[in-house]
C-alpha cells in the first residue's frame, strides 16, 4: 500500500508537466520553408504570450513571395477570415515591436508561414504597414521568431 501512494505522488506532478507541455506546440504545422503574404483588413488583434493572434480579412489565396522580398501583385479568393499567430508577446517587444500600430480596421501586409493543410492561417514574421514601417524579419533570419 505505502509503495503504490508514493508511486502516485511522484507520478503526478510529472503526469501534470508532461500535459502542459504537450499544450504548447510547435511550428509543425507551418511550412516553413515558405513564406506568403496575405493583405487585408485587422479584424482583432491580440498580443498575449505564449502567441498573439490577429484576425484578418483578406483574400482566401495567399500571395507568394520572391527571395526578395517582393511580393506577387496578383491574390485570389473571395474574402476569408486568417487566424496569423505571433510568437510571444514579450519575444516581439524585445524586437520593438508596437502592439499600439496593429488596430481594428486598418489594412496591412502580414508576411509568413502557411499553414501545411491549406487552411487560412498564417505564423508571422513580418508587419508592413501603409506608412512604410515595417515589424519583424523581412530576410527570415531571426529564427527565435519560428
Do not use: C
Not at 97 to 106: A, N
Request: proline fraction near 5%; glycine fraction near 8%.
Amino acid at each position: 500500500m505505502k509503495l503504490s501512494h508514493a508511486i502516485v505522488v511522484i507520478l503526478t506532478p510529472l503526469l501534470a508537466l508532461a500535459g502542459a507541455a504537450s499544450a504548447h506546440h510547435s511550428a509543425a504545422g507551418y511550412d516553413i520553408e515558405s513564406r506568403v503574404a496575405i493583405s487585408g483588413e485587422v479584424v482583432k488583434a491580440s498580443f498575449r504570450n505564449p502567441h498573439g493572434k490577429i484576425e484578418v480579412l483578406a483574400p482566401a489565396h495567399a500571395q507568394d513571395i520572391s527571395d526578395d522580398g517582393e511580393i506577387a501583385a496578383v491574390a485570389g479568393g473571395e474574402a476569408v477570415e486568417w487566424t496569423v499567430e505571433t510568437a510571444a508577446a514579450n519575444l516581439l517587444r524585445r524586437r520593438a515591436w508596437d502592439f499600439k500600430k496593429v488596430k481594428k480596421g486598418d489594412s496591412l501586409i502580414l508576411i509568413g508561414h502557411p499553414a501545411k493543410d491549406g487552411s487560412p492561417i498564417l505564423y508571422l514574421r513580418e508587419i508592413r504597414f501603409p506608412d512604410g514601417t515595417v515589424f519583424g524579419d523581412p530576410d527570415g533570419q531571426d529564427k527565435a521568431l519560428d
